[in-house]
């Protein structure tokens, strides 16, 4: 009230000096015509009253959540209880025996024709509201000529599949004309429902492949120029479930041409329509473009490995790696078409990983006991090679979880076998391999990332474990502690005469560390639990070892300073 209040006696005070103003200027206009050579002093206008605007659009600031809700989301729940009330009432009507069968079928063809007419004229003014009462109409069309067939034998199963598929694709040219992603997903979901609601039980899987695979041909060239992010993301897992459905009683008895083609067809179909809409600048957010990415990749590569376990147990290996190599081919495809930006390589490089945990567990299919543990070492060697070469944060980041368990893969087989020799077997030449892999994974991507410096600190620690683990498997407990010391002792001094030679601090560092275990590992525990001749041995060793780099640190102290 005290606005409106304030509000009123404003417009009162506006309009008294407009009416001020013209009395001033007529008493002016007639002094004017008496005394013509008086001046007349200058009018002053009256200063306008500006009104601020106190009210905000629900365009603007956190209304526009509410404007969603209010226009989009009201209109589709709307709809779907007017489908389920009017089911309910049918439902009723059918019990009660209102009506008879055929004007029961009659009743849902007439009742779609006026939902279908209003939602296409209400398709300019009401953009939300068209789509959600096309969709509606369709539904009832399909539902009432399917209860014909279902309920009623009024015609074949032929009769009724022709039938359903013509409403389906009815249903697309509208959704391709209006471009409309609501409508396409009515027409999806009849006609992904078409082969399971006539499905007689007799395994034509051949049937059911070719169709399912030249629906998803229209659908890759329906959406061709539409940034359509939700309908892909549901056609793709129901291609995935119809063939887990289908699969899990029959795929046993099946042949592999259909169910393969069909695996192979989804996995290449989807992943060009999504590379071609990430190469586009249409849309910005790209989220659900990732999801399905990564689901297409995930979801092939599991049916594929299903299928081959059943058709080509043999082979399964090397198909399964056609199939990751499909996938890179396409990625390397779309990365030479695209214009990148920062944000376009981030994305790219986001998906150069969803193929490395599938890479992972297809070395470990196809390999078993040691050759595996190195096949995990080389893959992970590569991945970071890889990774620097192509510039990818996001890859050479990954790539150390991969280190970590393929370095420590081979204590699964930490165990003495019949006539193996130590440090000539298959288990220490892995640990060979993966110190020589970390140094030049050091090397090689020192300049790329200053987390290069975890390879290099790695490299010494895990050859010394694979030396401990050789003299613990290969030799007497009597012997053990004797060679843990001299193991040290050796390492520490080569490490300091190629660091002194070449120059190389770092390897002075794991030389003085070295001689520095040897030396608090012999005062506090060999001088007390080893034998008098290995004692006398390990002292030996160690004093002389000490002159030596007493010897070498004298020698260049000037570059130690």
């Known amino acids: ?28 206009s007639q002094t004017n015509t008496q005394s013509p050579k008086n001046q007349t002093p200058p009018v002053s206008k009256p200063t306008p009253v500006l009104n601020h605007q106190t009210e905000v659009t629900l365009d603007e ?72 009462l096309l ?17 009623y034998d009024l015609y074949s199963t032929e009769t009724c599949f022709v039938g359903l598929l013509i409403l389906s694709l009815t249903t697309v040219a509208i959704s391709h004309a209006q471009k409309s992603e609501v409508l396409f997903g009515f027409a999806s979901l009849g006609a992904f429902s078409v082969p399971l609601l006539l499905s007689t039980g007799q395994n034509s899987y051949p049937f059911l492949f070719t169709y399912l695979l030249l629906w998803n041909l229209l659908f890759f060239w329906v959406r061709k120029d539409k940034d359509w992010k939700v309908i892909p993301l549901l056609l793709l897992a129901a291609n995935h479930l119809i063939f887990v459905g289908w699969a899990s009683d029959h795929l046993t008895d099946a042949k592999p041409f259909f169910p393969i083609t069909f695996q192979l067809g989804v996995f290449i179909l989807f992943l060009l329509r999504e590379f071609q809409t990430l190469e586009s600048a249409k849309s910005k957010d790209q989220i659900l473009t990732l999801v399905t990415i990564a689901f297409t990749v995930g979801l092939g590569f599991v049916q594929s490995f299903w299928a081959f376990s059943i058709f080509y147990p043999i082979a399964k290996p090397f198909l399964l790696s056609l199939i990751l190599i499909l996938f890179y ?17 981030k994305l790219y490089d986001l998906i150069g990983l969803f193929g490395l945990p ?69 288990r220490f030449l892995v640990f060979a391999t993966g110190s020589v892999y970390l140094v030049l994974s050091y090397l090689y991507s020192r300049k790329f990332s200053d987390l290069s410096k975890l390879f290099l600190y790695a490299a010494y620690p895990y050859w010394l474990l694979g030396t401990f683990v050789e003299i613990y498997l290969g030799y007497p407990e009597e012997k053990q502690l004797f060679l843990y010391t001299v193991s040290l002792i050796v390492y520490g001094l080569v490490a300091l005469t190629v660091g002194f030679g070449k120059k190389i601090q770092t390897l002075r560092y794991v030389g003085f560390g070295s001689l520095t ?19 006398i041995l390990a002292g030996l060793f160690l004093g002389i070892t000490l002159i030596v780099t007493g010897t070498f640190y004298n020698h260049f102290k000037k570059e130690t300073k």
């Open 517 to 535: 275990l040897v030396i608090i590992k012999f005062y506090l525990y060999d001088f007390w639990n080893l034998s008098l001749g290995y004692r």
């Open 1 to 28: 009230m005290e606005e409106k209040e304030s509000k009123d006696i404003l417009s009162r005070i506006q309009t008294m000096e407009r009416e001020l103003s013209f009395l001033k200027e007529r008493v002016l």
């Open 135 to 151: 969709g509606l109409g369709i539904a009832v069309l399909f539902s009432a000529y399917y209860s014909g067939y279902l309920w």
């Open 329 to 345: 081919g396409l990625y390397e495809r779309s990365l030479r078409r695209t214009k990148l930006n920062l944000e376009k390589k």
């Open 358 to 426: 599938f890479i992972v567990s297809l070395i470990v299919i196809g390999t078993t006991g040691k050759f595996l543990a190195f096949s995990l070492i080389s893959f992970a060697f590569l991945v970071t090679v890889a990774s620097t070469y192509s510039k990818q944060l996001y890859m050479y980041f990954a790539a150390f979880p991969v280190w970590f368990f393929a370095l420590f893969y081979i204590f699964a087989f930490t165990y003495r076998s019949q006539n193996e020799i130590p440090f000539l077997n298959g």
């Open 61 to 132: 600031g956190p209304n526009w959540f509410v404007q969603w809700i209010g226009e989009n989301l009201f209109v589709k729940l709307g709809v779907f209880s007017l489908l389920v009330a009017t089911i309910w009432f049918f439902y009723l009507a059918i019990e009660e025996y209102w009506i008879n069968e055929s004007v029961r079928i009659w009743i849902g063809l007439i009742s779609a024709i006026p939902i279908l007419i209003y939602g296409f004229r209400v398709r300019l003014s009401r953009p939300y509201l068209s789509p959600s």
